[in-house]
């Protein structure tokens, strides 16, 4: 199964400011995504990340505020925008060719 | 809706006692069953899957227990251990190419040596 590397593995950020997260898996994958989770929850998909156009968004989740590139089948960005404390959380990227996707170490976000 | 509704919210067991998480499920059209494994600071990591084409799948200590016409399946940890102290999550997709995961809402499991 492929390996992901996330990074930053965490961050503390001013309101109002934008922080890009980096998403790098070591082989091509059909299929990359973006979640939220919230300490001690489960996690909440925000949009599959598709190579070459746009992603798709989760209902409550924008791309103004959520902008995802995926230039090639091993890699994907995530920006929060626009942050404020209600950003703060762990943010995981996700992929795999089928099904059994893997995950990275997560990206800890604090907004101050 | 497509939804996966998990329990027991926590789960506090003694070494070598068995752990049992529960899962059900809605869809229908869901034919993917995984169980992830996720200990504090990291992601989730794949532990076990099952398709419905079988009742049960056993690796190592780890069983899924499926029941399609519930629509419910199971995680069983035999002789758990103070290392399977993790948060568990159920999920559930379509074997597609593309299908996204529905997780369950997990399960914070303790061992107690």
């Known amino acids: 199964s492929a390996v992901i590397s996330q990074k930053p593995s965490r961050d503390i950020c001013q309101r109002g400011t934008s922080l890009t997260i980096q998403c790098q898996v070591d082989s091509q994958v059909t299929m990359m995504f973006w979640y939220r989770q919230q300490p001690g929850q489960s996690l909440t998909l925000i949009a599959t990340?598709?190579?070459?156009?746009?992603?798709?968004?989760e209902s409550g989740f924008v791309i103004d505020k959520f902008p995802i590139s995926r230039p090639n089948l091993t890699f994907s960005t995530l920006t929060v925008s626009n942050m404020s404390p209600e950003d703060s959380s762990i943010y995981l990227c996700?992929?795999?060719?089928?099904?059994?996707?893997?995950f990275g170490s997560g990206t800890r976000l604090t907004v101050v | 809706q497509q939804q996966v509704k998990q329990s027991p919210q926590s789960l506090i067991v003694q070494k070598g006692g068995i752990s049992i998480i529960n899962c059900a499920y809605e869809n229908t059209a869901f034919d993917y069953f995984p169980w992830y494994q996720q200990f504090p600071g990291k992601g989730p990591a794949l532990l076990i899957a099952?398709?419905?084409?079988?009742s049960e799948k056993k690796e190592g200590r780890f069983t899924i227990s499926f029941n399609k016409s519930a629509k419910q399946f199971s995680l069983h940890i035999m002789d758990s251990q103070p290392g399977d102290s993790a948060t568990y999550f159920c999920?559930?997709?379509?074997?597609?190419?593309?299908?996204?995961?529905?997780f369950g809402e997990g399960t914070q499991l303790t061992v107690n040596p």
């Open positions: 990340a598709n190579q070459g156009s746009e992603a798709t968004y």
């Open positions: 099952i398709r419905p084409d079988v």
């Open positions: 996700s992929g795999g060719t089928g099904v059994g996707y893997t």
């Open positions: 999920a559930a997709s379509r074997e597609t190419s593309g299908s996204r995961l529905t």
